[in-house]
């Protein structure tokens, strides 16, 4: 598994969550939420992260169906996904993202988070689901080929 820095991205049509990783860590942390619908404004966000981050590959939630099927928002994430790759030239990794964001708001429900509070925080808090899943199942991985 390459080394270096990873941002996840939990995609929606109003708000971006974007999370931040270690791969060396394998540890996730919620790192921003991007708002707006405008996509020269979320790029030019997604730009800046980059720069400032450098990660060595991007990882996005791929919305399905409970039964693992298909629906509207996996097609807009795999598209977004590709345009990732695209303007920056990075990796981009699909992630089954299926109940990240009602995990993330039971998290910030159980640590006492006002509604609010929670709305500001969930989108990034569920990228970091998305991220620590990827990990996890990266380490999985290696185990299987290590032993």
Same mark, same amino acid.
């Given at each position: ?7 996840? =991205?939990? =995609? ?67 598209? =977004? ?6 303007? =920056? ?59």
């Amino acid at each position: 598994m390459p080394e270096g820095t990873v941002l996840a =991205f939990d =995609f929606g049509l109003k708000r971006i969550g974007v999370a931040i990783g270690e791969i060396f860590l394998g540890q996730a942390r919620p790192l921003a939420t991007l708002s707006g619908e405008a996509n020269d404004i979320r790029f030019a966000a997604i730009a800046r992260l980059i720069a400032e981050w450098q990660p060595a590959h991007l990882v996005v939630g791929l919305p399905r169906a409970l039964d693992g099927s298909e629906h509207q928002m996996t097609a807009r994430c795999r598209r =977004f996904a590709k345009q990732l790759e695209g303007r =920056f030239g990075l990796p981009v990794h699909l992630v089954d993202e299926r109940l990240s964001s009602s995990e993330a708001e039971d998290r910030l429900r159980d640590a006492g988070l006002s509604w609010q509070a929670r709305k500001q925080q969930v989108d990034a808090v569920a990228a970091q689901i998305i991220l620590q899943d990827y990990f996890d199942a990266q380490a999985m991985l290696k185990e299987g080929c290590d032993a």
